[in-house]
C-alpha cells in the first residue's frame, strides 16, 4: 500500500512539476536581457549587436512565454563596419547592453556601441508599433542603467569594476551640466575577492521600498560568473555589497516582481555554440536583501506557467506569403548587419523571398544581405527550399548555421555547371569539404544542430524532392567565439564572387525542435 501511494504521489509530483516552468527560461540566443513590469504586461529587452533591425523588444503575459514585438533600432548608423563595405565587418561590436524603463507613460530603451562611441536612447508612447524617437550622445557609457528616481533626478550607473554615476537631463538627451558627477563605488568586484577576471559590469540600477539595489556581474580567476548585489540608502552612498548567487555561472541581469508579489531575478548564463541564454531564480526578502535561488542554487522548475516553446514567438516557420496589410518580413528575422534592401524581395514573386546578389566577395561572412533567424535548443533544424535557374556564374546560395566557425550548404555556379557544395570552419579558416553535381532548377536545404549538454554539433543534408535527405560533409562543431559574441544563427545566404545580377527565390523556410 506504501509502495502503491508513494508511486501516486511520484506520478502526480512529477505531473505537477511538468506543468511550471522549466529553467533555461528560454532555450536561445536573448544575452544581456533587461525587463520591467507595467501593470500585468512585462516587456523585455536583449542584445542582438551587429544585427539589423537591433535592441528587440519582447512581451510577455507570464514572464515565460515571450514574442517579439518591435525593435528599437531600425539601424545603428551607416559606415562601412555595419553595412559589409570594404572588407570591414561589425561583428561582436553594434549596440551592446540595452536597459529598459518606463516613466510618465513613455517607454526608455538605452543601449550604447563601441562602433560609434555613442549611448543611445529610444523613446515612445507605444512600445509595440512606436513610432521610436532616437536620442545619441558622446561617450558610449558602458553596460549602463538608467533610474528615475522619486524626486524627479535621472541617473545612470556604468563602468567595470569602478563604477560610475551620472545626472542625465530629464528628457535624457545628454549629461545634465553641474549635475551629480562621481565614482559610485570605487572597487565593486571586491566582496567576490581580489583575483578577478572580469570586473563588475552589467549594472541594473534599482530604487525598491526606499533603497537602491546595485545589481552586477563579476568573473573571478579559476571562478564561474557570480551575481554581486549592492545596496544603500542614498543614490551616493555608501554601498554595502555581497555575492548575491554563485551556481552553473548563471549570472547578470535583475529583479522583477509579478502582480500577485512574487519576485524573480531574471540573469542569463553562457551555454556554448546556441548562445547566452536567460535563467531565472525565485527571489525572498531577508533583512532587506534580495536572497536569491533556492538554498543558493538555481532551481530547475518555477513557480510560474510552463512554456508553450520559443514557436512563433522568439522563432517562427515563413512561407514568405505575404497578405495585405503583412510585414515585409515578420520580427523574428534578422539580416546579418545593414542590408541592402534594393536586392532583395517578397513582392516581386507572391510566396518567394528574392535574393539578389548584393555584394561581391569570396568570404561568406562578408556577404550582403544574408537573412537570419537564432538557432536554439536543445535540438532544431532548418529546411528550405531554393529555386536556382536564375543564377549567375560565380553565384553561391544556400542555407547557414552562421558564426565565426560557420558551416553551410549552398548551390555554386561555376564553369557553366552547378555543384551543392558543404562548406566547413575550424579556427576561422573555411574549407570546401564535399561537393556534388546538380543538373536542376530546385534544391531542398536542411541545417541540423545538437546543444544538448553543450554538444554544439550541426549537420548539414540536401534533398532532391523534399523527402529523401542525404548528409553532405562533415558533422561541424559550433564553438561560441567572442569574435561574433552570439550564438549560432540559421541563415539564408546568396552572393556573388564574380558579377551581380543573378538572383534566388526561397519558397520557404520551415523550423522544427528537432534535428
Not at 546543444?451 to 558533422?475: T, V
Amino acid at each position: 500500500m506504501k509502495k502503491y501511494l508513494s508511486g501516486i504521489l511520484l506520478f502526480f509530483g512529477i505531473s505537477l512539476a511538468a506543468q511550471k516552468a522549466q529553467n533555461p527560461v528560454i532555450f536561445a540566443d536573448v544575452p544581456d536581457l533587461s525587463i520591467i513590469r507595467v501593470g500585468s504586461d512585462y516587456y523585455m529587452s536583449s542584445t542582438t549587436m551587429h544585427m539589423s533591425p537591433g535592441v528587440p523588444i519582447m512581451k510577455s503575459k507570464d514572464l515565460i512565454n515571450w514574442k517579439i514585438i518591435n525593435y528599437a533600432s531600425n539601424t545603428l548608423g551607416n559606415t562601412d563596419e555595419l553595412n559589409l563595405d570594404n572588407d570591414k565587418n561589425n561583428y561582436g561590436r553594434g549596440s551592446w547592453a540595452s536597459n529598459i524603463r518606463f516613466h510618465n507613460n513613455t517607454f526608455y530603451v538605452t543601449t550604447f556601441a563601441q562602433t560609434t562611441g555613442k549611448t543611445y536612447v529610444y523613446t515612445t508612447k507605444d512600445i509595440e508599433k512606436g513610432p521610436w524617437k532616437e536620442i545619441s550622445f558622446s561617450p558610449a557609457y558602458h553596460d549602463h542603467s538608467i533610474l528615475f528616481d522619486d524626486d524627479g533626478r535621472v541617473y545612470m550607473v556604468y563602468g567595470n569594476g569602478r563604477l560610475f554615476i551620472k545626472e542625465l537631463k530629464s528628457d535624457l538627451s545628454g549629461i545634465k551640466e553641474n549635475g551629480l558627477d562621481q565614482v559610485l563605488i570605487e572597487n565593486a568586484s571586491s566582496p567576490a575577492g581580489n583575483a578577478i577576471m572580469l570586473g563588475a559590469e552589467g549594472s541594473q540600477l534599482y530604487k525598491i521600498k526606499g533603497k537602491y539595489y546595485l545589481f552586477n556581474i563579476v568573473w573571478p580567476k579559476d571562478g564561474m560568473r557570480t551575481v554581486l548585489i549592492h545596496r544603500a540608502d542614498k543614490i551616493t552612498g555608501p554601498w554595502e555589497g555581497k555575492i548575491g548567487l554563485q551556481d552553473l555561472g548563471v549570472a547578470q541581469g535583475g529583479l522583477i516582481d509579478t502582480p500577485d508579489g512574487k519576485w524573480f531575478s531574471y540573469l542569463f548564463r553562457d551555454y556554448g555554440g546556441v548562445g547566452r541564454i536567460p535563467y531565472f531564480v525565485p527571489v525572498k526578502w531577508e533583512d532587506g536583501w534580495p536572497i536569491l535561488g533556492e538554498n543558493n542554487k538555481v532551481s530547475q522548475y518555477l513557480d510560474l506557467p510552463e512554456s508553450k516553446g520559443l514557436i512563433p514567438g522568439i522563432v517562427n516557420s515563413d512561407d514568405f506569403d505575404r497578405k495585405k496589410g503583412d510585414k515585409d518580413l515578420p520580427l523574428v528575422w534578422q539580416w546579418n548587419h545593414n542590408p541592402d534592401n534594393s536586392f532583395w524581395s517578397v513582392k516581386e514573386r507572391k510566396g518567394y523571398l528574392r535574393l539578389k546578389t548584393a555584394s561581391k566577395t569570396n568570404t561568406f561572412t562578408q556577404a550582403k544581405n544574408t537573412l537570419t533567424q537564432r538557432t536554439f535548443g536543445p535540438e532544431c533544424s532548418g529546411i528550405t527550399l531554393l529555386e536556382v535557374s536564375k543564377m549567375k556564374e560565380g553565384d553561391f546560395a544556400g542555407l547557414s548555421l552562421l558564426q565565426k566557425d560557420f558551416g553551410l550548404v549552398g548551390i555554386k555556379a561555376e564553369n557553366g555547371s552547378k555543384r551543392i557544395v558543404m562548406v566547413e570552419t575550424i579556427d576561422g579558416i573555411s574549407k570546401e569539404i564535399q561537393s556534388v553535381s546538380f543538373t536542376g532548377t530546385k534544391i531542398y536545404f536542411k541545417a541540423a544542430c545538437n546543444f544538448k549538454d553543450k554538444a554544439d554539433l550541426g549537420r548539414f543534408y540536401y534533398s532532391l524532392d523534399g523527402k529523401e535527405w542525404i548528409a553532405i560533409g562533415n558533422i561541424i562543431k559550433m564553438p561560441y567565439t567572442l569574435p561574433h559574441f552570439m550564438g549560432y544563427r540559421f541563415g539564408l545566404f546568396n552572393y556573388a564572387e564574380k558579377d551581380l545580377g543573378g538572383y534566388i527565390d526561397f519558397d520557404y523556410f520551415h523550423l522544427d525542435n528537432k534535428n
